[in-house]
């Protein structure tokens, strides 16, 4: 084991309070310490309040994800884990594709490739305007959970789920709207759980420029003091589809607060069973922290929070600023029951994405970078506490992980200031987690993908040698070998770059044709460029564009031997092997 950057926290405890009071007293306490002279930012600039609307050595055979190497009939979503759906932009079952165009949820019938069935989606204030925001949504059988913004009451926006029914002619079943954002959503069978980011509601005073720092702290903090605790519980409505409405707030009860906390956010987590009757309260279960990424991988849920507000609040000195730490708290999330709370724990540095984030044999991997260099600490769960059983530290000096990728017992790091090291990880003994090999190339992977047969695609930037990016470059590489990872080929497309590089729901891999597709940008082009990843080689098969200007194309995904892509424009459909077009389905 290498020297520690800084230990990770021992235990994290939370608190539960049944009486409104109590809870209350924490938060205003918590909260009144966050304000500064302009609410809870950090200047004249800023907003003045923050309202609720507006990531021996194994055999690499464990680079064979089953999830990227199953054979079946059509692709999902590029999700993190097995069997855990992440919404996106569009959905298939393998007969119809499900998608979101200018309001509308559109369905459309693979065989005839055309649409057969079109919902315009309302806010649940005024069924006359639309859901502006509706941009992601869920699948399981006959349902589909959209998630959007609702914009049609000026007064409260927030997040808001409609559920509908496919069935037949798409039909609305029931609706749910909070207070809040929207962070992410995970679903496992037909239960989705849902986690939402708000804040207080609280108004402070207008600000008063003769006024000094010290005058108007003191007036925000009382205006704090003097908000009663349902100002920082989220509000929720239902809305079944015989349009009874329910309406309530998360409940005191509901409500966990960890040691430190700022009292300036509240993350939920709900709770939806997509083929009940309707979408009902959500049964919420909340923490006192902020939140920004959140993982899955089945039984588990974990929301992260990174503590940025430690760093930059409004009374907060430079000299005085500690080391990023990053806050995790677990959930366990069985069957359609109410998610549980289990455990919290703290390490060091800052998380990239829900890449950074694995649980593996009941134990959490989490890759952070600090100010100096990234680790990967292993967290085991001993009573209500995640604790360190071990990490492996050192990555990547003076530079910061631009990806992450676990599989099983592996481990694959990769940082970038210059060149680009990719890091290979023995991970099979919790205590003594090791680095094995380096790989050091110019460039970076800003995504990892297990392609099977111990190798592994990497979706980046080529750069030089003093570490400018060039464009978009695809490698291969085989990572049989832990202590010796080599680059096979490599693809390279001068300044251009993808979404997949950010969004890993944009990449799509076939593993029995070894088609890869990846939407690409230039300041003169769009397409979706199609590769072809084969006997250690990767090589161009085509492209493909859609017509219309501005024609993006965001995704793409297989239903048995068709290519299909979506723009905002529509859906194209190709011959997956020839790449000839066979059909054209506009949304517009």
């Known amino acids: 084991m290498s020297p520690s950057p800084g230990a990770a926290a021992p235990a994290l405890k939370l608190v539960a309070y049944d009486s409104c009071d109590d809870l209350a007293r924490g938060l205003r306490t918590a909260t009144a310490e966050a304000v500064g002279p302009w609410g809870f930012f950090n200047g004249p600039g800023g907003i003045r309040t923050l309202n609720n609307g507006g990531g021996a050595v194994p055999e690499a055979k464990a680079a064979n994800d089953s999830a990227a190497i199953a054979s079946e009939a059509f692709s999902g979503t590029n999700n993190h884990e097995t069997n855990v759906d992440e919404p996106d932009e569009v959905k298939t079952d393998g007969k119809r594709i499900v998608t979101l165009a200018r309001g509308k949820l559109v369905v459309v019938d693979a065989a005839s490739r055309q649409i057969s069935g079109t919902l315009a989606l309302s806010g649940a204030g005024d069924a006359g305007k639309q859901a502006i925001g509706a941009d992601r949504l869920l699948l399981v059988g006959d349902r589909a959970l959209v998630l959007g913004f609702d914009y049609s009451d000026p007064q409260w926006g927030g997040p808001l789920l409609t559920l509908v029914d496919l069935a037949g002619p798409p039909k609305v079943v029931s609706t749910f709207r909070i207070d809040g954002a929207l962070l992410d959503a995970r679903q496992v069978g037909s239960v989705a759980r849902v986690v939402i980011r708000s804040a207080p509601r609280i108004e402070f005073p207008r600000i008063n420029s003769t006024k000094s720092d010290d005058e108007r702290i003191a007036a925000n903090r009382a205006a704090v003091n003097a908000a009663p605790v349902e100002d920082w519980l989220p509000r929720w409505t239902a809305v079944d589809g015989a349009g009874t409405k329910t309406s309530g707030h998360v409940g005191c009860g509901a409500v966990q607060l960890p040691e430190t906390y700022s009292g300036t956010s509240l993350l939920t987590v709900l709770t939806f069973d997509l083929n009940a009757a309707g979408l009902g309260s959500g049964e919420p279960v909340a923490v006192a922290a902020d939140g920004g990424v959140v993982y899955s991988n089945g039984p588990s849920l974990y929301v992260a929070n990174d503590q940025r507000w430690r760093s930059t609040g409004p009374m907060v000195k430079r000299s005085t600023v500690a080391p990023p730490r990053t806050q995790l708290f677990k959930f366990a999330i069985a069957g359609a029951a109410k998610p549980s709370y289990q455990a919290a724990g703290e390490v060091p540095g800052w998380l990239l994405n829900q890449y950074s984030l694995s649980e593996w044999d009941g134990r959490l991997r989490v890759a952070t970078t600090a100010e100096d260099a990234s680790t990967v600490y292993v967290l085991e769960q001993r009573g209500g506490a995640l604790t360190e059983a071990g990490h492996v530290g050192g990555l990547g000096k003076g530079e910061r992980i631009y990806s992450v990728r676990f599989i099983g017992t592996v481990g694959y790091v990769v940082t970038f200031k210059q060149t680009d090291p990719l890091y290979t990880l023995d991970l099979s003994n919790p205590a003594a987690p090791r680095t094995v090999g380096e790989l050091k190339i110019t460039g970076y992977s800003a995504y990892l993908h297990p392609a099977g047969d111990g190798r592994l695609i ?131």
């Open 458 to 588: 990497g979706v980046g930037q080529e750069a030089s040698e003093q570490g400018r990016v060039q464009g978009l470059q695809v490698s291969l590489f085989d990572v049989h070998n832990l202590a010796a990872p080599t680059r096979l080929a490599q693809y390279q497309l001068p300044k251009t770059g993808s979404a997949a590089e950010f969004d890993p729901h944009a990449f799509l891999f076939w593993p029995s044709t070894g088609a890869l597709v990846l939407p690409v940008t230039s300041r003169e082009d769009s397409a979706a460029l199609v590769l072809s990843v084969h006997d250690g080689q990767v090589t161009k098969s085509g492209s493909i564009t859609h017509p219309g200007q501005y024609a993006y194309i965001t995704r793409s995904l297989v239903i048995g031997g068709t290519l299909w892509t979506l723009s905002a424009q529509g859906l194209q459909a190709n011959d997956l092997s020839t790449l000839g077009q066979q059909a054209w389905v506009p949304l517009g």
